[in-house]
């Protein structure tokens, strides 16, 4: 079983149109997170969910909105795609505590064209 | 606030070779340090931690990284690499202010190792 899933794991829009990422974990971690990898492999934190609440709001416009409906899934909706949101989305899980390692997805390539 | 260098690009070794992937950080508290390895089309799985206790640490495939304090760095190492070793690798740092606060990615070293 796969522990954290995201899907799809291939996305290509145009410019303007509104998607979605699902994100489900089922080791049982209380934490979620989304990451964003740039064409150049840099890593940065989007949002972080602990107990479906939101924790980390890093600089990202508001038109992508997480959901977390329950602590095992943790959705990315985008509106209004643009050009530069072209990268691989990660998805990632742990438990609280800041001495546990992340758990990651395989990655959602998104290409805004 | 927390960051975290991986001075090199890239790193090439041959087969057999000793490897070592650097890795510096600062944290304003206690830092704990993780090194996570991204073959292509992956995701980050995680090799090694530490938090506390023995300063080096050993992990997933053979690799090993030490801990100093004193120079703030968290280099990982291998003593004979593989040609299944190369990778992209990610020094990441999260300080003990509290759980489940941002963990701070460095920007990746390529290690390419030579048949």
């Known amino acids: 079983d796969t522990a954290v899933s995201q899907t799809p794991k291939y996305l290509v829009t145009q410019m303007g149109n509104d998607k979605s990422i699902k994100c489900e974990q089922n080791l049982g971690h209380d934490t979620m997170y989304w990451y964003k990898q740039d064409s150049k492999k840099f890593l940065k934190i989007m949002f972080s969910y602990n107990n479906k609440e939101l924790i980390i709001n890093e600089t990202v416009p508001n038109r992508f909105s997480p959901k977390s409906p329950d602590k095992a899934h943790l959705n990315l909706h985008i509106n209004s795609l643009e050009l530069g949101d072209s990268a691989v989305y990660f998805c990632?899980?742990?438990?609280?505590?800041?001495?546990?390692?992340?758990?990651f997805g395989q990655g959602t390539r998104l290409t805004v064209v | 606030a927390q960051s975290v260098a991986q001075p090199e690009d890239q790193v090439n070794v041959a087969e057999g070779n000793p490897l070592t992937v650097k890795c510096t950080y600062s944290v304003s508290g206690n830092p704990y340090l993780f090194w996570y390895v991204q073959y292509p089309n992956r995701g980050l799985q995680f090799l090694l931690k530490?938090?506390?206790?023995?300063?080096l640490v050993k992990g997933s495939y053979g690799f090993e990284a030490e801990f100093n304090k004193s120079q703030t760095s968290f280099h990982l190492k291998k003593p004979s690499a593989l040609v299944s070793d190369s990778a992209l690798y990610f020094c990441?740092?999260?300080?003990?202010?509290?759980?489940?606060?941002?963990?701070?990615f460095g920007a990746g070293t390529r290690l390419f190792v030579k048949a």
């Open positions: 990441a740092v999260r300080d003990d202010g509290g759980g489940g606060f941002k963990t701070i």
């Open positions: 990632a899980s742990s438990q609280w505590d800041s001495n546990t390692e992340a758990f």
């Open positions: 530490y938090i506390t206790g023995d300063n």
